[in-house]
């Protein structure tokens, strides 16, 4: 959701996901659908957004990826970002409540804390 949230807000393509702990990279969202919680993420993007996020693949994050990035923002739990990326200098760490296995509002209220730490974001510049 940051990512394209990111996109979208600023008008570019800047902004790339990829994940801490990716069970199964190269799937789809769409692939992952029937995951235990589902795939809220794909109904409120689209709903709420009018972005199509059924088709993004899932990437794994890894320390040759990091001086790619101006910053790297994790919102996974501390516990599972791994040491050489908490302490890279371009390492943030958003606090977001995780809305797996809440439904729509759950996911929902995620993507209001997300945006509103991506304007916070983007006012910084």
């Known amino acids: 959701m940051a990512a394209e949230l990111y996109n979208k807000?600023?008008?570019t393509q800047d902004a790339e996901s990829a994940g801490t702990q990716?069970?199964?990279p190269g799937k789809t969202l769409s692939e992952r659908r029937n995951r235990r919680g589902g795939t809220y993420v794909i109904d409120v993007m689209?709903?709420?957004e009018g972005i199509d996020v059924a088709e993004n693949v899932r990437t794994q994050f890894v320390e040759d990826m990091l001086d790619s990035y101006d910053k790297v923002i994790s919102m996974a739990h501390p516990?599972?970002?791994p040491e050489w990326l908490s302490n890279h200098p371009n390492f943030i760490y958003w606090e977001v409540t995780d809305p797996m296995d809440h439904g729509a509002d759950a996911t929902r209220k995620a993507k209001q804390e997300i945006e509103g730490k991506i304007k916070?974001?983007?006012n910084q510049k």
């Open 79 to 81: 516990e599972y970002t």
């Open 9 to 11: 807000l600023t008008g």
């Open 120 to 122: 916070e974001l983007i």
């Open 22 to 24: 990716v069970k199964h």
């Open 46 to 48: 689209k709903e709420d």
